[in-house]
């Protein structure tokens, strides 16, 4: 093995190895979850060496740079506030979802209007327009980090795959007998899972569109599925109240996660893969170890149904959004509630970290979004003009952009 170079990760905080083996170009991470910007780096240093054997000692005072430029980083002051960059009128019919790539340069928008729209962030233009479902285009995703695939997931049973670039459609995967309502692409982006009504999900070949695995085994239909980091786990949150945890090389199921009393809302993998988070219309969001499948933690306080539930990048704090209009974050080790977000006057469908960990973004149907104080429960900023329901909302991966979604058929840009 011969060390090529090091690239920097922000978020989470973290340094990639490239490397070459049997004339073969590899990658591996050095994730540094912990690191803040007053941590001492000499023991972080003794550490890396230690365990790294890829970082020689003629190659930690490199390393050590690059950890300094990471708490650089870390201790830039986030005191930015939001501004209406532009309103997009996206779509003759309502949105069903938004999502950015990696970088934030570009996102996409899907609609009841059965297309998916390509826009550029930077001047708020549309680039492409990905026709061809017969159904309203209700699940999009990238094929983050890379972020040149897209795939859209229709009513109309199917799953296309297009090129973010040129527009182009490369496959059309059919198999599903029911609606596809979720989509989601491995970190490798040589996978796409796809969730349906049909009470299975599928994995795909995406180089070829052949499909390599129906994953069956629930009684109802899956509505979210999550690829862990490594990916070679996939979820599947189900309505039948459960979820399942996959095997995505043999589609063999290895845990069935049993124990919520309504049906599955959201379910993600923290980022070191270690637990599984569930959220669920019975009130409650459930904390499970992804290597056992037993539930290691309960987050109650919730007097309505759990819609959303996310990790913050790192995987030591949980957010999740209620029908009950309110918002929670607890920390993910010891379960305790760190606090409540009240203002908002309709349910919060949607609520994500920025990636420094350092703000809220939460989507309601009081027709606007807010942005929170993950330590304090404060309100920072409350985004209004939509005329609709916002139901999706995401930041860019610096977090210094926003894009909501609504029922009003637009689309906004908030810088």
């Keep these: 093995m011969r060390l090529k170079r090091f690239l920097l990760r922000y978020y989470p905080p973290g340094i990639i190895l490239e490397y070459e083996q049997s004339q073969m170009l590899k990658t591996k991470s050095i994730d540094l979850l912990d690191l803040k910007a007053e941590s001492d780096i000499d023991p972080i240093l003794d550490e890396i060496v230690r365990k790294e054997p890829l970082v020689t000692p003629n190659r930690t005072d490199q ?11 870390l201790a830039k002051p986030d005191d930015h506030k939001f501004f209406l960059f532009k309103v997009l009128r996206a779509h003759i019919l309502p949105l069903t979802n938004v999502a950015f790539n990696k970088s934030g340069s570009n996102f996409i928008t899907g609609s009841y209007d059965r297309a998916c729209k390509v826009w550029d962030t930077a001047s708020g233009e549309e680039l492409h327009t990905l026709e061809g479902h017969r159904n309203v285009v209700y699940a999009i995703a990238f094929n983050n980090p890379y972020g040149d695939k897209i795939a859209t997931g229709s009513f109309d049973k199917t799953c296309k795959l297009w090129s973010s670039e040129t527009g182009k459609c490369y496959h059309t995967l059919r198999g599903h007998t029911g609606e596809i309502v979720c989509v989601a692409f491995n970190p490798q982006s040589t996978v796409i899972a796809t969730g349906s009504m049909d009470t299975t999900a599928k994995l795909w070949d995406i180089k070829t569109g052949a499909e390599k695995n129906t994953l069956s085994g629930h009684s109802a ?74 539930c290691v933690g309960n987050l109650r306080g919730h007097e309505d149904e759990i819609l959303d539930v996310v990790f913050d990048y790192t995987g030591q704090f949980i957010a999740s959004a209620s029908a009950d209009s309110s918002a929670r974050v607890y920390n993910a080790v010891t379960h305790h509630c760190i606090c409540k977000l009240d203002g908002h006057a309709g349910e919060i469908s949607k609520i994500s970290f920025n990636p420094q960990g350092t703000k809220l973004l939460t989507a309601s149907a009081d027709k606007t979004a807010k942005i929170w104080d993950p330590k304090s429960g404060t309100c920072l900023q409350t985004l209004e003009g939509h005329t609709d329901e916002i139901f999706s909302c995401a930041f860019n991966y610096e977090g210094d952009t926003v894009i909501t979604g609504s029922k009003d058929n637009t689309c906004r840009i908030w810088r």
């Design 221 to 294: 239909e899956i509505i979210s599925l999550s690829f862990n980091s490594m990916g070679d786990r996939v979820i599947t949150g189900s309505f039948d109240h459960t979820v399942s945890v996959w095997d995505v090389h043999t589609g063999r199921r290895i845990h069935t996660l049993i124990g919520h009393r309504g049906e599955i809302s959201s379910a993600q993998f923290n980022y070191d893969c270690s637990l599984i988070v569930t959220g669920s219309m019975d009130k409650t969001c459930k904390i499970w170890d992804a290597a056992t499948g037993k």
């Design 63 to 73: 390393v050590r740079q690059l950890i300094e430029r990471l708490q650089e980083k």
